[in-house]
Nanobody
Framework: QVQLVESGGGLVQDGGSLSLSCAAS????????MGWFRQTPEKEREFVAA????????YLADSVQGRFTISRDNAKNTVYLQMNSLKPEDTAVYYC?????????????????WGQGIQVTVSS
């Protein structure tokens, strides 16, 4: 089992920044690829960003390219999502996830473990 706990969400104005963290415990963190997804009541959960277990590969959704950055610190068992130039359409509950299937990093089925989610609200 891997337990994931997100932190760092909150309310920010249009154009502002937030940094999300996801702390992992349980099984060895370094074995897992990590992803961030987000969901609103109106939409299905969507891919935001992913980072491979070694941090050698990262991917971002087109909608956040150039504004968000994903990183990880395996010594701290933590993955980060730095969000800059936030827009109201970024408002969602953000989830971090851990999984082994890198081939489908953009699909939620590639991830076995999920955090409880954290609210990010961007006001206009």
């Amino acid at each position: 089992q891997v337990q994931l706990v997100e932190s760092g969400g909150g309310l920010v104005q249009d154009g502002g920044s937030l940094s999300l963290s996801c702390a992992a415990s349980g099984r060895t963190f370094t074995y897992y690829n990590m992803g961030w997804f987000r969901q609103t009541p109106e939409k299905e959960r969507e891919f935001v960003a992913a980072i491979s277990w070694s941090a050698s590969d990262t991917y971002l959704a087109d909608s956040v390219q150039g504004r968000f950055t994903i990183s990880r610190d395996n010594a701290k068992n933590t993955v980060y999502l730095q969000m800059n130039s936030l827009k109201p359409e970024d408002t969602a509950v953000y989830y971090c996830a851990a999984g082994r299937n890198w081939a489908t990093y953009y699909r939620d089925r590639a991830y076995e473990y999920w955090g409880q989610g954290i609210q990010v609200t961007v006001s206009s």
